[in-house]
């Protein structure tokens, strides 16, 4: 078996005196790999990839915020450890990557948004995380209140001279600075970069936010019919957000539109990477660190007449996403290589966690990547992952979970409606599991007062867009029982994990924070 070129296979084989690679993680919000992948120019991402492997199959844990963020940070899915809401953040006694670089003598620097540890978690001695102080907009929507089209989540572009002045740019510079004072003597870093594009509103500086016609858009998934059996939310949020009121010419404009500058936000996060990667070259940082380029999920932009996301949408519009790994010590033979696996986006943690040569010490679902990476790209006795899975929304007797339990925003706030009609409708954001592989995929909703909610199932060889459920269709039927035992076995595999400490059954002493390792912060 060919085995990955880690850097302790190195040392071991070749008996080689190696720095342990640094860590970028660069991760736009909200990018859905689909538009990353081709809608839209990415010659940064592309640059990426020829140096490393690109994975079109990356699916994450969840599809909305802090949930994702919580999963790719543990290597658990979000059902383990009760990551299921916006304000469920890891906590100090969870395991995270960060912590175990940090302890392993790794300088830990974090620029941007949260959404992902609770404060203690942070560490804030030692682990170093600032927010940039741009501005994205000056809060002017691009249509007036009372417009059908208001809670579009399109908003005027900034000026080109704001290209340098956003909150992203900024968080990158400060990542750049970084990089210019790092000496051959500084220990190994980890840089995490958590962008806000092209997360809505949607807006961006110009040349970017007007580059790509909306009229050139590829629409492939028009706005659902009954007869497509879509779920209940789909038609809500529409009508919900008035923009059902809008007849199929002014539909259609919009949801080009709302493409058209999310493709634009998407390609201005890519000329951010294009500044780091000089930066690492410029350094000479690039051949010790390793890049990995992921979205925590990806956006609706305009697919069904949807924007933004939903707690219990699990559209592979949201559910995969672009991931790359650049890493030292791949050989030539696989980089620029496209692997069509499904992954999961949490395997980033063992893959980092094995590039590092630590050993992880608590029990998790994520699978390294590094086989990819080998000699062959698929090492001889190396069996992928067979499916993946996604969970989302909401049970309705967890009312303190719904986006709006505290109160909703005021009226004109982008996210109004959709925190309105979690409240008054809360069954139409109930949970959901997906379970998907190449060829089929199925999901799941139940909840306490709807034991199966608009459940679905696609066959994702005739029907690559997900436009015709087949939940219901007898022929379908062998594959629904198929997905489902498939899905049981996971959940039942995933339930929960022990800790990693041994109490005393005699005397009960334990280990009170079962994470914390043991090993002392090298010097």
Known sequence: MTKPYTLSLLVATHGVTARKPSFIWFNPDEMRAESAYGEVPMPNLDRLTAGGVRFTQCHTSHTTCSQSRASFMTGWP?????????????????????????????????WGKNDNLEDTAMMHSTMHREAGNGGDHNGTKLF???????????????????ANKTQDWYNVNEAIEFLKKRTPSSPPFMIFLPLLLPHPPYSCPEPWHSMVDPATVQMHRPISTAADAK????????????????????????????????????????????????????????????????????????????VEKWPSGVEDVLTRVPLVVRAPFVPSAVRGVEVGDVVQLFDIVATTLELASIKPEHVHFSRSLMPYMSASAKPAGFTPRAFVYTEGGYATNEPRDHEGWDGLPDEKDDYYYKELLEQDLPISVCRAVSVRNLTAKLVFRSDPKAPDHYSELYDLVADPFELSNKYADPAYAPLRAELKEEMLRWLVQTSDITPWSVCDRNSGKCDKTPFRRRRRRRQ
């Open 144 to 162: 007036a209140f009372g417009d059908p089209r208001y809670y579009s989540f399109l908003y005027p572009p900034l000026d080109a001279s704001h």
């Open 231 to 306: 779920p209940d939310f789909h038609g809500y949020l529409r009508q919900f957000t008035h923009q059902d009121q809008l007849n199929a010419s002014e539909a259609e404009l919009l949801y080009r539109q709302v493409r058209a500058t999310y493709l634009g936000c998407t390609a201005y996060s890519d000329s951010l990477l294009g500044l780091l990667l000089d930066a690492l070259d410029a350094t000479g940082l690039a051949n010790e660190t390793a890049v990995m380029h992921f979205a925590d999920h990806g956006d609706y932009a305009g697919d069904w007449g949807l």
């Open 78 to 110: 979000t059902h383990v450890n009760g990551h299921r809401s916006l304000w469920s953040l890891v906590r100090d006694s969870e395991p995270n990557v960060f912590r175990y670089l940090h302890d392993d003598g790794y300088d830990v620097y974090w």
